[in-house]
């Protein structure tokens, strides 16, 4: 009797002291939860608020080339290896110009964490004239480097259909230059879903103008593939001329004065835009570079390799542009961050979106491995072709996580007005990386394709590992700059 109820003293004193670890424990993590968990929880919200429709608008880019690919692939894979090469040098001139029309972004942001609003109207003028200018001899640079195609040593039938084409793809870089103009500049105020809604009318422009142009429907002539360049010019010059209207029509920015007129040049912020932008051009373009240049070599393999480096580069590209939004969204939070000279939050909002981008690349990952066989059956029905991108999907899967880190990377380090390192960096990972190893796996060990892409991924490895370890370094430095 007497041990039943020495046990069952201790069974009380036990439970008595195991509850009370257990609010203990539940007071310690509740105290965890708001010096660090709480916070974190704000900037993934945050930073998912402003990709979002970053993401959707950079999808809607994509989808106009994608589907691009899809309706002439119809027509035969010859058109499609035709629009990759094509695409290719196209793109090389578009990311120069896209990188150069991101610099207005972080400088708003800053402009904004600081509280220094007036500046912002100015940055938006002198912007846009840098980027009209840039337009301007973008068209041209793209007109005459058309000619390069025939150099390059790709089968004559893919030449002929290539140069004209790009030609025409070139003339739509003038609309795209000025949307940007007032997309980056409105983004910088976190104000990003009338460039998302735009976007994705512009689509539906694309797609129809694609059926009118491509196989000659409501009395218009058949023009093939150089129909869907006429429908991609059109389509973009609706986007600036939609986007320049709302502006003029929204009362969310009648405190900004958004005339272009009469000109006047600012040089000392002429000056901060160029060394922000051009170097940021030339990230894009040498990562844009290196994968064009890859698709060169394909070529001299054969066209049913580079008509399938084509699908698997158009559906990559899908996932790609996703994590773009996050590094878009991560440059105007971090640069609200350094404008009120706050550090910690600067770190926090960098690698909290340098997480969520590895979080949704891996997911893409397993979509590509699971569907490798069926996705590429939206392009082409060629067998060869499609066992081809099917092998090029799995190596794509693998490269995911890397190619959203570095892209992500880039973002954060241009919040901070990094830029300069950040381009040695990708000239290095995938023209002396990169590039070489893919030439060597693919020709002198002769893999082919995948040789290529292997070679590829390493240099999207690289990049990606030096950009976080240099975000890392030169985030601690901000702190010292900031005080």
Request: net charge positive; hydrophobic share 55%; proline share 3%.
């Amino acid at each position: 009797m007497i041990s039943a109820i020495v046990a069952i003293k201790i069974f009380f004193n036990v439970s008595r002291k195991i509850v009370k670890l257990t609010f203990q424990f539940r007071n310690i993590l509740n105290q965890r939860y708001k010096i660090f968990l709480k916070p974190i929880k704000k900037h993934i919200k945050e930073t998912l608020q402003f990709a979002y429709p970053v993401a959707i608008g950079q999808i809607g880019y994509v989808m106009m080339g994608v589907v691009d690919s899809a309706m002439v692939g119809q027509i035969g894979y010859s058109f499609l290896a035709a629009a990759s090469l094509a695409n290719g040098l196209f793109f090389l001139t578009l990311v120069v110009g896209i990188g150069i029309s991101y610099a207005v972004t972080p400088l708003v942001a800053i402009s904004i964490g600081s509280n220094s609003k007036d500046e912002c109207t100015n940055l938006f003028r002198q912007s846009f004239y840098i980027n009209f200018i840039t337009g301007v001899l973008l068209v041209i640079a793209t007109y005459f480097f058309a000619d390069m195609i025939s150099i390059l040593n790709q089968p004559e039938e893919i030449t002929r259909l290539a140069i004209p084409y790009t030609r025409i793809l070139g003339f739509s870089l003038l609309p795209i230059m000025v949307f940007q103009s007032y997309k980056q500049f409105i983004e910088g105020m976190a104000i990003m879903r009338p460039a998302m809604i735009i976007t994705i009318a512009a689509n539906f422009v694309n797609l129809f103008a694609n059926w009118i142009y491509i196989y000659g429907n409501l009395g218009f002539p058949r023009l093939e593939l150089n129909g869907a360049g006429l429908a991609t010019f059109t389509s973009r010059t609706f986007m600036m001329i939609v986007f320049i209207f709302f502006l003029k029509k929204s009362k969310s920015f009648s405190q900004y004065n958004l005339s272009v007129l009469p000109i006047k040049f600012d040089k000392t912020l002429i000056n901060r835009l160029l060394k922000l932008g051009i170097p940021g051009g030339l990230q894009y373009f040498f990562e844009a570079g290196a994968f064009t240049f890859a698709a060169f070599m394909i070529g001299w393999l054969s066209s049913k390799d580079l008509a399938a480096h084509q699908i698997a580069i158009s559906i990559a590209s899908i996932t790609y542009m996703v994590v773009l939004g996050i590094s878009s969204s991560s440059a105007i939070r971090v640069g609200n961050a350094v404008g009120a000279r706050n550090i910690s939050e600067t770190r926090k909002a960098g690698f909290t979106a340098l997480s969520l981008a590895s979080v949704f690349m891996l997911s893409c990952a397993v979509i590509l491995i699971l569907f490798n066989k069926t996705l590429p059956l939206l392009f082409v029905n060629d067998f060869e072709v499609i066992h081809i991108s099917s092998s090029l999907l799995i190596i794509a899967a693998f490269f995911q996580l890397f190619d959203g880190v570095q892209a992500v990377a880039l973002g954060v380090l241009r919040g901070i007005t990094d830029v300069k390192y950040p381009t040695a960096i990708t000239f290095i990972s995938y023209w002396i990386i990169g590039l070489p190893l893919g030439y060597y796996l693919g020709f002198i060990y002769e893999f082919g394709v995948i040789g290529v892409w292997i070679g590829l991924s390493v240099g999207l490895a690289t990049s990606a590992s030096l950009l976080t370890i240099r975000f890392h370094n030169k985030s601690k430095e901000v702190i010292n700059f900031s005080r």
